[in-house]
């Protein structure tokens, strides 16, 4: 089923561009690559020398310098045309923490080999397992000797370590019980993984239920040079969270995308597969899981963009990020669900991809960030109702 984009769209050229890279790599790509959990180093090769990786990166630093409508186009579109941008999404907006606060040499360092490709940033270093959602509680410190930090710790979940030149990571340089507000006292480096393979940085891959690429990261005495530090020492937690919108209204993008690919598989089966005479989209137990799932993830795109023309506006757009990125993870979801649904036997087939992208959209109820936190803010933030942590 085709779903037609409105004629004011602006970005239906660059959709329809990211449309003909990705029907080079087709079901059977992903599929092989799922069964080894292999990287898609030529799909992310491809995104690169197209520029859309260095999509949200101004011109004067070498990227496209376009605005996050744009950026959320192309993933939404990769996940529509059944490919996953999880392998190399972060990379579009990793690099926004170094943009907004890091000093004019680093940007100068390292926004320019990052848009054209050469450099990938596309590992984020936050989460740990102690202290999972409870970011503030984080154990990894980072001590000043000299010209260097030297860090030590451990983080879990931090996904394509492996395929990544740079890490940004949230350390503790102050302990806790030292600062007047836990945020405080954290801080944001750039890590060159390359110089400390081996020396400090072990990479662990973790299996998991889909193609990740998430590996666990231990830091044993690494040194990170002092010019590494991004922005003000302590301040790096409210950096994080700087970026937060973006991501999220960008994750929610990809979901929106996958749900239009289930929901396009599941009218399209719907229609062609008949029993007991008719095709059995033509009973309402099939047709309507499917509609439901349609409503939700329009009414999910509807606030996706609303906050994305805050966010270019300028204006806060917390509640929309995170209700966009909430109901557009339980749109996909609802959508793999009446996916598989219609396609009884043949949904749990690995050739129709539909297992595959089922587990795949799983994750974003989950991460970057879980459904209750995103209640949470919102009963906090946007309807003033006490703290639940
Ligand atoms: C495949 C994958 C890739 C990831 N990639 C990255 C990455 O690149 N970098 C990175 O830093 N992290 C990454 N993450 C981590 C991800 O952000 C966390 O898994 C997520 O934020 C949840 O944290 P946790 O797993 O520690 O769960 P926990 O914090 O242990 O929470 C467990 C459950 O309890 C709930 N919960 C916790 N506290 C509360 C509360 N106060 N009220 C109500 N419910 C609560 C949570 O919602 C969750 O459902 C990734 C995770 C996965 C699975």
Redo the contacts with the bound molecule.
């Keep these: 089923m085709d779903m037609p984009l409105t004629a004011a769209d602006p970005h239906a050229e660059i959709r329809e561009e990211v449309r003909k890279l990705c029907a080079r790599f087709p079901g059977e790509y992903w599929r092989e690559l799922d069964a080894r959990r292999g990287y898609p180093t030529e799909f992310v090769k491809a995104l690169t020398e197209a520029g859309y990786l260095g999509a949200l990166i101004p011109e004067e630093f070498g990227g496209a310098g376009l605005p996050l409508s744009a950026a959320a186009a192309i993933l939404e579109t990769v996940q529509a045309e059944g490919c996953n941008g999880a392998a190399c999404h972060?990379q579009m907006y990793i690099m926004g923490t170094i943009l907004r606060h890091g000093s004019a040499a680093q940007k100068a360092r390292y926004l320019p080999g990052i848009a054209s490709g050469e450099l990938r940033l596309q590992?984020?270093?936050?989460?740990e397992p102690t202290s999972?959602?409870?970011t503030t509680a984080l154990r990894t410190t980072a001590r000043r000797e000299g010209d260097k930090w030297i860090v030590n710790g451990q983080?879990i979940?931090?996904?394509?370590a492996e395929h990544s030149d740079l890490m940004l990571l949230l350390a503790r340089t102050t302990p806790r019980d030292q600062v007047a507000k836990k945020t405080d006292g954290l801080s944001t480096f750039i890590v060159d993984m390359r110089t400390v393979l081996g020396k400090g940085l072990t990479i662990r891959p973790i299996r998991?239920m889909m193609n990740?690429n998430?590996c666990e990261v231990f830091f044993d005495n690494m040194e990170v040079p002092a010019e590494n530090l991004v922005g003000v020492e302590g301040k790096g937690f409210r950096y994080i969270l700087d970026g937060m919108n973006a991501e999220r209204l960008l994750i929610a993008a990809e979901c929106i995308g996958d749900a239009k690919w289930f929901i396009n598989k599941a009218v399209a089966y719907a229609k062609e597969r008949v029993l007991f005479g008719r095709p059995i989209g033509q009973n309402q137990g099939v047709q309507f899981p499917i509609a439901r799932a349609y409503a939700q993830m329009r009414a999910a795109e509807a606030i996706v963009q609303r906050g994305i023309e805050k966010f270019e506006a300028g204006l806060p757009c917390g509640e929309e990020a995170n209700m966009g990125k909430m109901l557009a993870a339980e749109a996909s979801w609802a959508a793999g669900e009446a996916c598989v649904q219609t396609h009884g036997g043949f949904g749990f087939a690995e050739e129709y991809d539909i297992e595959r992208k089922f587990r795949e959209t799983r994750?974003y109820q989950?991460?970057?960030?879980?459904?209750?936190?995103i209640l949470?803010y919102l009963g906090e933030h946007v309807l003033g109702m006490p703290r639940?942590?």
């Design positions: 972060a590992a984020f270093g936050v989460t999972g959602t409870d983080k979940w931090t996904s394509r998991t990740h998430s994750l989950v991460a970057p960030i879980s459904t209750n936190l949470s639940s942590y």
